[in-house]
C-alpha cells in the first residue's frame, strides 16, 4: 500500500504541545522517510483555527460541508470500517500526543516482491488503558466476523496480527488518493481468494505501534529500550536536517539517496514500428540527470502564529557538487521583487532571476542525458526556425544568446462587461533582452514552422512598437488539426512581452494597466516578504487566493463539472476528479455566494535561495485582516 493511503488512515484516526520525546527517535537507522505530527491536538487545534478551518465551519458553508460528509461516510469511512472492523472514531480519541508515519526498507512480511513496510506510531499519552480495552474490542468483532488474526509476542511485548486484503483497502482509498502512476489496485481474480498479508498491532508503554513488517516492529523496540545499533535521529543523514524539525507542528523527512537508489533504472516498452522491446529512460534516470544524485535528504517543517502559516522545505546537497537542475539553478541574490507595471489585482506573480542563455544551455544538456530523441527535436527547431524567409537566420544567435537575466511571468482574471461568470485568466510572460525589438522579431521568427493557415500571423503598431500575433495548432478528436489559442508578442522598453490576451500585453506597453495600483503597494506584502527572507533572492513568487478563489466560486456554482475542471488545471486532484474520485463528492452547486466567505482569503509569497547546504524554500501566508486578533 503507498505510503500516501497510509497517512489518510492516520489522518481518519488522529485529527491535526508535543511528547517528551519525538516519535522519530524509535525509527530505525534505515528509515526512507516520515511525516510527523508533533501533537496531534495541538495540530487539530491550530487547523480549526486557521482560515481554511474557519472557513469550513463557517455557517455559509454548511449545506455544502455536510453534503460531503455524508459522502465521505457513505463512499470511504464506512466501507473502510467494515474492512478493518474498527471505528475509526474510537481510535482517534486516544492520541494525545504525536503521530508519525514512516516507510521503511525492509520488504513487508508475505509480500516479498514489495521493497518496502510501513511503520505507525501514536502517542496514546494517559489513555494506555482505552487503548488496550480497543484492542480487546477488535479481537471480539473479528471474531464474530470470522476473521483471521493471531496474538504473538515480540520482544515480550503482547501484539496482534490481522489477516487484511491491502487490495481491498486500497481500492477503498483508491477514490481519496489514488496512486501516482495511476494503477488500480492489485485484486485476486475471481475464482481465487483475494492475497491477505499482515498488519500487526500493539502498544508499548503509551505507544501504539502499527506496522506490516515484524522485523520493523522489533526494531522500534530495541530503539524504545535504547538497545538499537543506529536509531534515525543518530544517523549523519537525519542530524543535518534535525533544526528544520524540531518545534514544527507538522514535519517530514526524507533519506534521498536511499529512496533513489530503490527506483527501477532502467523500463523496456515495445517500438511502434516493429513492436519489439526498447529501452525508454525511467524515472531514476530522470532524476538523476537533473543532479538529484547529489543529493543526501528532503525536510519541509510546518509553523504557525498570529501572524500567519509557514513552511520551509530544506534539500541538503553533497558539499560543492551541483548538477542538472541544480547547476542552473545557481541563483544570484537579486531583486525578484514585482515591478511597477505589475497590478494589484493579479492572481498570481513570479520572478526568475537567471543568466538565460546559460540557463537554456543547460537545459538542452539535461535534456540530451533523458531523452536524445527529444534533444535532437529542440535542435531541428533551433536550426530550421527562419530559414524559409532568411536562409542565414541562426534562432539562436539571434534570440537565445540576446537574452538577460529576468524571467517574469503573472496572469490575471478578466472579465469582459465587468461579469464575474465570464472570468477568464490570462497570461503574460516577459524576458529580459538587451535588445527587445530584435528578440522580439526573431521570435516570430518561430512562426514559419506552423502552416500559414493554422498559425495566421499578423502584425500591428500599438503605441509606436509592433505586436505579433499567431495561433497554436489545436489537434481535435477526429485528428484533424485547427488554429488553437491565439498569442501576442511584443517588444518592451527592457523585456519581450508574450501573452495569450491582447489587452494585458497592452497594459504592459502601457506601463500598468490603468486604474490599478502596483502589486508592489499592496498591504502587507513587504511584511510577508520579509517572513520568507525578502525579495532579493533571485526567485520570489506570490499567489492572491482572493483573485483565484473568487473567480472558482463563481464558475463552480453555476456547474460541479466546472469546478472539477478548474481544479485539474490547477494541478489539484487531477486523478481524483475521476468518475468515482473523491472531487466528484462536493456538489460544487451548494457552495455560498464569494461575498459571505471572501474574508477567508488572503495570498500567500515564496522564495526559493540556495547556500553551501542546498537550497531553501520558504513559503508563507500572512492570516486574513479580517481574521486578526
Known sequence: MRIHRILFLAACCGGLGAAAAPLESLLPGDTLGFITIASVPGAAEAVRTSA???????????????????????EAVAPLELELGLRLRDWSRLIEGGLTLALTS???????QRKSSFVLLADTGSKQAAARSNLLTLHTNWTLAGREFRVLKIQDEDFTAFKVHPGEIGRILNLFLPDPDGTTPDLAP???????????LGLFGNILILSDSVREIEKVLAAGKNAARLPLTQTDTYTAQAGLLSNAIVGAWINLPATLSRLPQKKERPSIETGEAQGAFSLAQVLQALGFKETRSLAAAVRRSSAGTGVEVRLAMQDGKRSG?????NLPAKDAGPPPFVPEDAASFTRLRLPLPRLWSQIETTLTAISPPAANFLKFVMETAGKDKDPAFDLRARLVE???????????????????????????????????????EAAAALVSLLPPEIARYRQREFLGRMIHSASTPLTLEDGSIVPGTQYYCAAGPFHVGLADDASLLEDYLRGGSPNQRPLAARPGLAEAARMVGGMSTGFFTYDNKGESMRAFFDSAQKDSLNAISILKTMRVGAKTGEEGGFLNWFDWTLLPPFERVARYFHFSVATLARDTQGYVYRWFAPAPPALRP
Open 402 to 440: 540576446r537574452l538577460g537575466d529576468d524571467l517574469i511571468s503573472y496572469n490575471r482574471y478578466l472579465r469582459p462587461g465587468g461579469t464575474r461568470s465570464q472570468a477568464r485568466l490570462a497570461n503574460i510572460k516577459l524576458v529580459a533582452a538587451p535588445n527587445p525589438e530584435a528578440s522580439a
Open 325 to 329: 537542475l541544480f547547476e542552473m539553478l
Open 190 to 200: 475471481a475464482s481465487e481468494p483475494p492475497a491477505r498479508t499482515e498488519w500487526t
Open 52 to 74: 481554511i478551518g474557519r472557513l469550513w465551519n463557517d455557517p455559509a458553508m454548511r449545506l455544502f460541508r455536510e453534503d460531503f460528509e455524508r459522502s465521505l461516510t457513505n
Open 106 to 112: 525492509t520488504p513487508a512480511d508475505q509480500q516479498p
